[in-house]
């Protein structure tokens, strides 16, 4: 049984920092490309960053230069930090593995709040 379990988020002011991780089992994790997802109240998902399989990485342009993800794949692990939040980060962070269509898995998601 595949899980994708998140932990993390919290209620944090505008300039804060929150580390996010997400901790899989049931899957072979080093070979998944792992990406962090955020859904806000009234919009659509959408998808904050990537980390494949070697390590490479990209972002969402509103978040470059503030938030990092990294994996640590001895731990099963993948993490997003998030520095210089803003209120518009306040979503719904999700966690997703995917190695192919049908090796597609999600996390139970973890509330970020940014607000003062």
């Known amino acids: 049984q595949v899980q994708l379990v998140e932990s993390g988020g919290g209620l944090v002011q505008p300039g804060g920092s929150l580390r996010l991780s997400c901790t899989a089992s049931g899957i072979m994790f080093s070979i998944y490309t792992m990406n962090w997802y955020r859904q806000a109240p009234g919009k659509q998902r959408e998808l904050v960053a990537v980390i494949d399989s070697g390590g490479s990485t990209n972002s969402a342009d509103s978040v470059k230069g503030r938030f990092t993800i990294s994996r640590d794949n001895a731990k099963n692990t993948v993490y997003l930090e998030m520095n210089s939040l803003k209120p518009e980060d306040t979503a719904v962070y999700y966690c997703?593995?995917?190695?192919?269509?049908?090796?597609?898995?999600w996390g139970q998601g973890t509330q970020v709040t940014v607000s003062s």
């Open positions: 997703n593995a995917r190695y192919d269509i049908r090796n597609d898995y």
